[in-house]
Nanobody
Framework: QVYLVESGGGLVQAGDSLRLSCAAS????????MGWYRQAPGKERELVAT????????TYADSVKGRFTVSRENGWNMVYLQMNSLKPEDTGVYFC?????????WGQGTQVTVSK
């Protein structure tokens, strides 16, 4: 079992930055990779960024490449999403995800709102 808690969301203006944090606990040794997803109102949840075991493999959605950076520290205990040059279309609830053997675990989400 893995428990995930996101934090760091808020209301910002276009062009601002935010750093989201995901604190993982439980059987984190069994995690093979983690990711950030977001869901805008009326839209499906979409992948934003992933980071794999070893911390060297990262992927990003085309819409955030060059602006967002995913990182981790202390094994899988903390995963971050640094978001720069935020745009109104980045608005949504951001969820942390952990791939654990054949299961996925999710956090409760943190709201990010970017005003024009």
């Amino acid at each position: 079992q893995v428990y995930l808690v996101e934090s760091g969301g808020g209301l910002v203006q276009a062009g601002d930055s935010l750093r989201l944090s995901c604190a993982a606990s439980g059987d984190t040794i069994g995690i093979s990779g983690m990711g950030w997803y977001r869901q805008a109102p009326g839209k499906e949840r979409e992948l934003v960024a992933t980071i794999t075991n070893g911390g060297y493999g990262t992927t990003y959605a085309d819409s955030v490449k060059g602006r967002f950076t995913v990182s981790r520290e202390n094994g899988w205990n903390m995963v971050y999403l640094q978001m720069n040059s935020l745009k109104p279309e980045d608005t949504g609830v951001y969820f942390c995800n952990a791939a654990y053997f054949t299961r996925d675990f999710w956090g409760q989400g943190t709201q990010v709102t970017v005003s024009k």
